[in-house]
């Protein structure tokens, strides 16, 4: 079935730095979404972007389908970034998204 | 953005009990899922559903759980009877037909099993 690894686990930051978190799948994807996870548990949507490159605010991912991997990278983290990110697959062409273990960022002041 | 709407979000229950976790997904949505999280583990695919039937389910998805969206109400999911191994947040999402793929989540629904 399709794995995904996420890296690095965690990360630590000073506000203002920039970072650039990894996903590495193991099957040919059509779905992948980046998450936001808060240190309360809610979920949020950052990003789909199954391929190429996309933007949203201070975040950029870029997809190289062909080599199954994808980044995401933060610009000018903020204290309020702090959180997991989740990496999610698709599931052998099906519907269903399977999810990495994620990258724990902290932002310190 | 759309929202899906998760009831209750905290529950506890005495092992052997029956539990229902309701989802109201966004509104013109088709594809419902489950996923569970157990605290500080990773997101777990559980069930997906589509015209009122199970699509795909992982092996988590035990006997004793079931999904269903009965005449367009909440979609559900029942365990019955619980265990103390089901203790876990377990989250709702929806996806629409058009925007394939983007999967909106509720804010989870915290069950402990004693």
């Known amino acids: 079935g399709q794995q995904v690894q996420q890296s690095p686990a965690s990360l630590v930051l000073q506000e203002g730095e920039n970072a650039e978190l990894q996903c590495n799948f193991s099957s040919t994807a059509t779905q992948l979404q980046w998450f936001y996870q808060s240190p309360g548990g809610s979920l949020v949507s950052l990003l789909s972007n199954p391929s190429g490159t996309k933007h949203t605010g201070r975040l950029t991912s870029t997809t190289v389908t062909k080599e199954r991997r994808s980044s995401l990278h933060i610009s000018s983290s903020q204290t309020t970034d702090s959180g997991t990110y989740l990496c999610a697959i698709d599931h052998q062409g099906g519907r269903a998204l399977i999810f990495g273990t994620g990258t724990t960022v902290s932002v310190s002041p | 953005g759309p929202k899906v709407l998760q009831i209750p979000s905290h529950q506890i229950i005495d092992m052997g009990q029956m539990v229902t976790l309701n989802c109201d997904p966004v509104s013109n949505h088709l594809y419902f899922y489950w996923y569970k999280q157990i605290l500080g583990q990773q997101m777990e695919f559980l069930v997906n559903?589509?015209?009122?039937?199970?699509?795909?389910k992982s092996k988590l998805f035990k006997d004793q759980f079931s999904v269903e969206r009965p005449d367009g109400s909440y979609f559900t999911l029942k365990i019955q009877p619980t265990a103390l191994e089901d203790s876990a947040v377990y989250f709702c999402?929806?996806?629409?037909?058009?925007?394939?793929?983007?999967?909106?989540f509720g804010e989870g629904s915290k069950l402990t099993v004693l």
């Open positions: 559903f589509y015209n009122g039937k199970v699509m795909e």
């Open positions: 999402a929806s996806s629409s037909w058009v925007n394939t793929g983007q999967l909106y």
